[in-house]
């Protein structure tokens, strides 16, 4: 697959995170549909094919976790690519390790800059 033809379905409840990290992916020519949480990302998941999840791991409603388990049992799995920042109970790196025990690859713990989360869709888009 052209690297850039990939769709990704960015799900994340921060607003200016959200807005920053799709215009980070759309201005690398990736074709991005956006979400702010994990409820509606399963019911997008269920209509359309994304080749890349970035979904956050902390979230109202259905977290990352939650989505990891829906995505797990999908014929067609999008590879999912997991951020956080930490939680009240968990850090971004415990939330991260459960992600990848989980399936998803190329963790990023946020803050992140503009090259980590270009690279980490570019690392897993080349699997």
Avoid: C, W
């Avoid at 994990?38 to 999840?53: H, P, S, T, Y």
């Amino acid at each position: 697959m052209n690297d850039k033809s990939a769709r990704i379905l960015l799900v994340e409840d921060d607003e200016a995170g959200s807005a920053v990290f799709s215009r980070i992916l759309r201005d690398a020519g990736y074709d991005v549909a956006v979400t702010s949480d994990g409820r509606e990302a399963i019911q997008l998941l269920k209509k359309e094919n994304f080749d890349v999840v970035l979904t956050d791991m902390l979230m109202p409603n259905v977290d990352g976790v939650e989505l990891l388990i829906f995505i797990r049992s999908m014929p067609q799995k999008p590879v999912v690519v997991p951020m956080s920042g930490g939680g009240s109970h968990l850090s971004a790196s415990q939330m991260l390790s459960l992600a990848v025990k989980m399936g998803a690859l190329a963790p990023l713990v946020k803050p992140f800059t503009r090259d980590q989360l270009l690279g980490a869709i570019a690392s897993v888009l080349q699997r």
